[in-house]
Each structure stands twice: as C-alpha cells, then as structure tokens.
C-alpha cells in the first residue's frame, strides 16, 4: 500500500478518524533515537488520504534531519489533517486531535505549521500536555521567527566566508524575497551591518517598512529571483529553486529562511553546476525549532537556545567543507549526515 520509498525507516504511522468532528489525520513519526518526535501538526485540503500520508511521512522525515542536524534531543515527526485551514476548523476538530497525539503519550510532539493557528494549538492543548510553541504557559517560548532570523544571519556569513572569503557583509547586496516575520528581522541584522537591501512582497505594508527603515530597494515579484546582488535569501514560498528559475539566477549564494526551497533533490546538483553554494534551508532556518526546542526540555534557558542558534554557522561550514571535498551537492551532504548523526546515536 506504501511506496517503499516514502515508508523508509519510519517507526511509527497512526490514522486517526473522528466520526463527530469529521477530524481525518496522520501523525508519523520517523525516528526517536535523539529524543521524541517533533514536528508541526499541518492542515491541507489534500486531495486523497494517500496524498495526505505522503505528506506526513515525507516531513516527518525531514524533521529527524533537521532537528538531528540542529543538535536537538529531538527525533522527527509530524501531523497532518486533511481538511481546508478556512472552512473546516472547529474546537471539537483540535480536541479530538490534542486525544490523539495525547494517545501517543509523548511519542510525539506537537506544533504549529501552515494551516494552523497559535489559537487553534491553544484547543489542542487543552487535550495534551504534548504540544510546543504556545504564547502562554510555563515555558512558552513565544514568536520563534527572531530566533530563525538570527540563524539565517548566521548562515549568510558562514556563506559569505566560505565562498566569498569575507568575514563582512558590509558592502554587499542581498535580495531578501519576502519580508514578513522572518524577512523583517533579517533585514534588521544585515541592514545594521551596511548590506544593500533589495527586497520583493506581495504585501505592501511591508515593503514600506523595508523602505523606510532599511533603506532597501523594492523588487517586483516576478524578478528578485533574476535579481544581480551577492546573495539571494527566499524567506517566503517553497519550490522556487526550479527548472525556470536556476537558469536566471544572478547571485553566487543562496541563503534563507523559506522551507523545502528546491524543487526536487535534484535542483541541488543544478546550483553545484552552477557554481551556486546553496545553505541547506532545513539547517540555516532551524533557529525556530531550537527556541521551541528549549521549551520541550521543560527547562527553557535562552542562553541555551542562542548558542545552539550559533552554531548554525558552523554546521554550515562543515557541509560546505564536505560538499566540496566530495563535489555533491550540499542539500545531499547535509542529509547524509543527519543519517549518520542518528545512526551514531543509535549504537
Ligand atoms: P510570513 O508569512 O510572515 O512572511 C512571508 C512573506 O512572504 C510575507 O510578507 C508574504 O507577503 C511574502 N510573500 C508571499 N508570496 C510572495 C512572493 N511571491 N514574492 C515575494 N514575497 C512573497 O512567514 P514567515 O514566518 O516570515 O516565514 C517565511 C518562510 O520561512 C516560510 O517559508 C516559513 O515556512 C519559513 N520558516 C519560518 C520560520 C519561523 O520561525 N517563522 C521557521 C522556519 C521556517
């Protein structure tokens, strides 16, 4: 029934369907040797539950990586409704999904991703002790995008040093696409340290804030990815690094916060032929999943969480030192050592 190669390694794949609430869900959790599985809980109006599980089981797998790769006592997992983030909701809905990840006790970890509110995570856990990155409570954690922003501004200087071999960003230019949350806080760092901005949104609130207190220079949408500047830093959509787009890139760097920024695998190689040093976007933007990772120890010390987001520059040295010496691409690197982190712990 399951494509071998989307059921690899998993531990663990519940289905869950409550008939008065209509909640429709996977939760998978792919490993638990570094600690439990943790990840986002998503709702998706999916076509098919098959899709749905597709979803889950793909990302669930990418949150061992990531979370392995972050150094977090974490393993990776990650929930799925299907159903649609406008119409469907309802309080019964996240009940009846904080009883099933409360029935996994503790073997998963829940929290917010596309679909899903601070509100809606609030029901869920009023069902489960088993869920991260709420506003309130004893060790809420609160917005974690300045703490992804501060990774991703770690991560264009481990860039910039390794392809560059400048220990500044002083002087450069760097097209950010998207300014919300995550973009906004970026910005402030590399403005702060001289960068010449050029941004792209589609909303214009945020572009004037750019202008106004950046100094940055205003993109449209459909050219920051043709955009000539020293680094480019997608801190909006996934899949933008496609057949269409790497042929036009004018940058040497790719570095930003967006999640599953390359199409496929395969977009890794196109960069490397391309003479492009990508960041792996599941390493440069985990600052967000260190902060609320702090939170599930049950003991949040944000001196804890700054060093954790620093050394994100040097992870990402690591792999571009790798990718080089083995001329592969760094999104393949970065995977196989996150196998090899879990596969050493697992001994
Ligand atoms: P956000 O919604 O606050 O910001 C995204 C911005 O991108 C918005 O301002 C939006 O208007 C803009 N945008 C949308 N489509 C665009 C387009 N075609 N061209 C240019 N801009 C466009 O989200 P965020 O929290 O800042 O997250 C940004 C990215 O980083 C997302 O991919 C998210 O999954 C990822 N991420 C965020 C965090 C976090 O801590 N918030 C952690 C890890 C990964």
Redesign the pocket.
């Known amino acids: 029934m399951i494509d071998k190669n989307q059921f690899r390694d998993h531990e663990h794949l519940s289905y869950f369907h409550d008939k008065k609430s209509g909640l429709k869900a996977f939760i998978a959790v792919h490993d638990t040797t570094l600690g439990p599985a943790a990840g986002g809980c998503r709702m998706w109006p999916y076509d098919s539950e098959m899709d749905a599980l597709s979803d889950a089981l793909r990302l669930s797998r990418g949150m061992s990586y990531k979370n392995a790769m972050a150094g977090l006592p974490l393993g990776g997992g990650k929930a799925v409704i299907i159903g649609n983030s406008k119409t469907d909701k309802s309080e019964e809905l996240f009940r009846a999904l904080g009883r099933a990840v409360e029935s996994l006790g503790g073997l998963y970890i829940t929290a917010e991703d ?1 679909g899903m509110t601070v509100q809606d995570m609030m029901i869920i856990a009023t069902e489960t002790k088993y869920v991260a990155g709420l506003p309130q409570g004893d060790h809420a954690s609160g917005d ?2 300045p ?2 922003a501060t990774g991703i501004y770690n991560g264009i200087k481990a860039a910039v040093k390794y392809k560059l071999g400048l220990d500044s960003l002083k002087g450069l230019s760097i097209a950010v ?7 906004r806080y970026l910005c402030q760092y590399l403005h702060n340290d001289g960068v010449k901005l050029l941004v ?4 214009q609130e ?1 572009l004037d804030y750019a202008v106004t207190h950046f100094g940055a220079t205003i993109v449209a ?1 459909d050219e ?1 990815l043709s955009v000539k500047a020293d680094v480019l830093s997608p ?4 899949a933008i690094l496609n057949d269409d787009t790497i042929p036009n890139l004018n940058v040497s760097i790719i570095a930003g ?3 599953n920024q390359l199409a496929s695998d395969y977009h890794g190689v196109r960069l490397m032929d391309r003479g492009i040093l990508f960041a792996p976007d599941y390493v440069i ?1 985990a ?3 260190i902060n609320v990772s702090g939170e599930t120890t049950g003991d949040y010390d944000v001196n804890w969480v700054n060093k954790k987001v620093d050394d994100i520059y040097h992870t990402l040295m690591h792999i571009f030192e790798r990718a080089e010496q083995e001329q592969r691409p760094t999104n393949m690197v970065a995977d196989e050592m996150a196998e090899e982190i879990i596969a050493k712990a697992a001994k």
């Open positions: 596309v974690p995008s703490f992804t696409q998207g300014v919300g949350h995550v973009g792209s949104d589609i909303v945020n949408p920051i801190c909006a959509l996934g916060g967006a999640n933007n600052g967000g999943i």
